[in-house]
């Protein structure tokens, strides 16, 4: 159990800068192994590479799939 001076920050999804795959399934209502084949693609705009972990910035994520009709 964690006290008052350990308790973590939680953020809400939609104020967060970067997703786990996970989340941005959650938040997109998008699949996660569709998310994992657009973070694949060549020139992808909205992954990010920490070491070999993949992360989605969330706001060209969000103008990526604003901008398209179906994926």
Known sequence: MMN???QATILPIDRKMLLSIR???????IGINK?????KQPNCPFVLYVG???LVK??????????R???
């Open 52 to 54: 070999t972990k993949k």
């Open 4 to 6: 008052q001076n350990q």
């Open 69 to 71: 009709v179906a994926i």
């Open 23 to 29: 989340e941005a399934a959650e938040y997109s209502n």
């Open 58 to 67: 969330r706001k060209a994520f969000e103008e990526f799939i604003e901008g």
């Open 35 to 39: 998310i994992d084949e657009m973070l």
